[in-house]
């Protein structure tokens, strides 16, 4: 289609980019992030490799036209890798004069800005709280600004169709999608067969759909208004099979992955709360694999059914959010005491209390470790990409299992909503994760201990001559009686602590990718990996010595970071939180870092980092 | 399952030392599950029994069954997740009136709702006795307890009529000590495919002794008991001489036998009637009233697991079977060479 299009009518010139940044940016109502997940979509098939970051406010629908209802949608897409959504905008599509104004001071210098001129009336000015039109007065002088018609031409173009305005003006963002599928030169059948099966059994509605991207791509064609169209040519991706990933749909398929490795019934036990709710959405598709979910009454109950499941022999999981944890942590002491397989994930998000639902943040970490009464020590790991969440939720299963013991996987509102291509893994290869339950009932001890990893025996309700009762009490050595004995509580404490601190035998040894050592390594974990990956190259490309150490597991920590860490003269650990890695990192291995902390609801832009590095490395 | 089990009350003792106080109404419930328990032909491997905390949810401790001892006020939720994760099992609730209506009123009530199907044994003795001595949510309004002082001011649920509330398809009502009945209600309860909820007298002799003397005295309470028996007339008295019929604004009243008075002139008792006479059961208590005891409401509604199962086979006939490798395969994907 692309091609065939750009062949006909004058030859405008193709201009060639390695990389692209695009935020589309509406109102509530006007469909922003669908459009921008099927640029994605679209995106993803013509073979680039991306990142994207959604951003959109926790009113459904705020008042129409306000700053407060703008939602943005942001896509970089390269034709090497991208490791994160891009720091600044190269175009920018203002649906109406409050998205423009919200999205316009992150725009790139001499940026495209594409408007839909009929949305800037006086109304639509003054809501968005503009004295006279920005179009007019010259404030964009010094961006690209195209002024087009979107809500008229596409009127236009659905006006043999036999519906309502208000329906036609909803495709309006069709139109503009379509402008931007032409402007880069993206493949449109993509949205074309989505279109179909979305709106299945609306022939009206297929059609006007249909009608207005088609129109938006031929009206960038044939208007003379844009000088150039880009293409960025395909990535050049390690050789497998992908597709385009978010981290929710990559939990959920994690967790699925795992269930069906370990032979087990996937339980979640879940309420819904931003910006967790996706998973349960995902998961509750699953129901031909024999996935339960249970959307319980609150975060409460949402545990502890997770907690009865496990209790019963299901892969148990429950996901939430801060607040969530905060209301579940009860039942993790239970799950620690009663040593039950559990993975809780905790989509981070704003706070504290409500804070900003919709906004990311990375600062639950000292939560997840600590925020328990008394001696409760938990597994912690993290996920770093959208991707990358299918191997954390997979890993964060294989520990809780052969552990028994619940583990804490820490993913954000950045993560889970954002997408990237992913390279599927083989599912053969896949390890094997699958834990026996106990059968034997010759001198059977509920709380026994692998010498190994010190797991008690998993002995499920059903199996004869195994009857025994767990519970929050402290528990006897072996027995797993009642006990108050006093020598015998602090020997179940240092139990618990051991069995949770004989993990880092089960993971992998601390691995930087750069140098062996040096002068600085930047040190990160969970959704820093893009922006600190990006910044770090850029800064090696430019000959610095500099290397770069992502967490995986955060309790335990690997058995070598502090070694690593002596061998490099600096430590940078960049979070979006007040520095609580950095305070764990302090604390374990008493040596000075520079920690670099930002907390406005946002990634880091990779350029953040890199002037940090560079402003580290020139005061030495 | 065919050959019948051979199972005793010894079976379902646990070795654990029982520690409540002595006299506690609660060893007369342990005894009476002792007792229904190798009756009802359920393996023993497959009865849970969940409790939360309190006195009573010391009770999985000391029957031979797998058994959870959870948290305050959430057995409700951790029973539905062993319900769900295994439907075969025989799940039961051990709970009290601090327990499960005032800390854990919010799952309580969503248990009843969704149907879960487990039995609850609700020990209401209206008072907190392992916290030693506060008013709870089911203690009479002007209690003098170690936290009210100057008498309780704090209005108290009626647990059945709450559970009605909550549209319970089964609930019913025993005593403590009047164990016949007791064992009568739990066997009823476990026959029951839904959620079960019992709310059981159960006399605290440290802390609120006598609660519920009219009910539990042998001397007193066949005067004060009203014995529901799905068909048959409200009846009650020592010599079967009184009965509730219902006035001419659909009040009830307490009517003798006898003088042109029959038993055809009252209610009977329709397990399945509408909820209305269901809360007016509940409602009645001494002194005005008798007490009803036995089942109250018993309807028949899908069980959530049931549903659960039911949709989950549904979706696997209409899909297919799950494929992992489809899974991660089926969307979009494309080819890097």
Known sequence: MATEASSKKRKRKAKRLDRAVIRFAGDSGDGMQLTGMQFTAATAAAGNDLATLPDFPAEIRAPAGTLAGVSGFQIQFASDAVFTPGDRPDVLVAMNPAALRANIPELNPSGIVIVNADAFKDGDLRKAGYKASPLDDGSLDGYQLFKVELTRLTRAALKDLDLPTQAIDRCKNFFALGMMYHLYQRPIDVTLVWIDRKFAGKEQLIQANRLALKAGYAYCEATEQFASFYEVPAARLEPGTYRNVSGHQALALGFVAAADRSNLKLFQGSYPITPASDLLHELSVFKNFGVVTFQAEDEIAAIGAAVGASFSGALAITSTSGPGMSLKSEFISLAIMVELPLVIVDVQRAGPSTGMPTKTEQADLLQAMYGRFAEAPCIVISASTPADSFDAAYEACRLTLKHMTPVILLSDGFIANGAEPWKLPEVDNLPDISVPYHRETESFLPYSRDPQTLARPWAIP???????????????????????????????????????????????????????????????????????????????????????????HLNPLPRNLGEVMERFKQILVPEINLGQLSLMLKARFVRPLIAYNKVQGSPFASEEILNKIDEILEAR | ?????????????????????????????????????????????????????????????????????????????????????????????????????????????????????????????????????????????????????????????????????????????????????????????????????????????????????????????????????????????????????????????????????????????????????????????????PMPIGVIRRIQAPSFDDAMTQQIAEVTTSRGKGNLRDALYSRNTWKVE
């Open chain 1, 462 to 552: 059903g199996t004869p001559g195994l009857e025994h009762r767990v519970g929050g009490l402290e528990k006897s050595e072996g027995s797993g009686d009642v006990s108050y004995d006093p020598i015998n509580h602090e020997r179940m404490v240092h139990l618990r602590a051991e069995k949770v601190a004989r993990v880092a035998d089960d993971i992998p040894l601390a691995e930087p990718i750069g140098d062996r050592s040096g002068d600085l390594l930047v040190i990160g974990w969970g959704s820093t990996y893009g922006a600190i990956t990006s910044a770090v190259r850029r800064a090696r490309a430019d000959g610095k010595n500099v290397s770069q150490l992502h967490l995986r």
């Open chain 2, 1 to 289: 399952m065919d050959s019948p089990l051979k199972l005793t009350k010894k079976d379902f003792a646990s070795d654990q030392e029982v520690r409540w106080c002595p006299g506690c109404g609660d060893y007369a419930i342990l005894s009476a599950a002792q007792q229904v328990f190798p009756e009802l032909g359920v393996p023993r491997e497959k009865f849970v029994i969940v409790s939360g905390i309190g006195c009573s949810s010391r009770f999985p401790y000391y029957m031979k069954t797998f058994g959870f001892h959870t948290i305050h006020g959430r057995a409700p939720s951790v029973a539905t997740g062993i319900k769900l994760g295994n439907p075969e099992l025989s799940v039961w609730i051990v709970t009290g009136d601090g327990d499960s209506l005032s800390i854990g009123g919010n799952h309580i009530i969503h248990l009843l709702r969704r149907n879960v199907d487990v039995n609850v044994m609700l020990f209401d003795n209206r008072i907190y006795g392992l916290t030693k001595g506060q008013y709870s949510p089911t203690s009479e309004v002007g209690k003098r307890t170690k936290s009210t002082p100057f008498g309780s001011i704090d209005r108290p649920f009626n647990p059945a009529a709450l559970a009605l509330g909550a549209n319970a398809t089964f609930v019913a009502r025993s005593v403590d000590v009047y164990s016949t009945h007791l064992r009568q209600v739990m066997k009823e309860a476990y026959g029951h495919r839904g959620t079960s909820f019992m709310q059981i007298f159960q006399n605290c002799n440290i802390f609120n002794d006598g609660a519920f003397e009219s009910i539990r005295d042998k001397g007193l309470r066949e005067d004060n008991l009203l014995l529901l028996r799905h068909g048959d007339p409200l009846v009650f008295g020592k010599n079967q001489d009184r009965g509730i019929r219902l006035s001419g604004c659909n009040q009830p009243e307490i009517v003798e036998l006898g003088g042109g008075v029959t038993e055809k002139d009252l209610l009977r008792h329709d397990e399945t009637g509408p909820i209305g006479y269901a809360a007016m059961l509940a409602e009645m208590q001494p002194p005005h009233w």
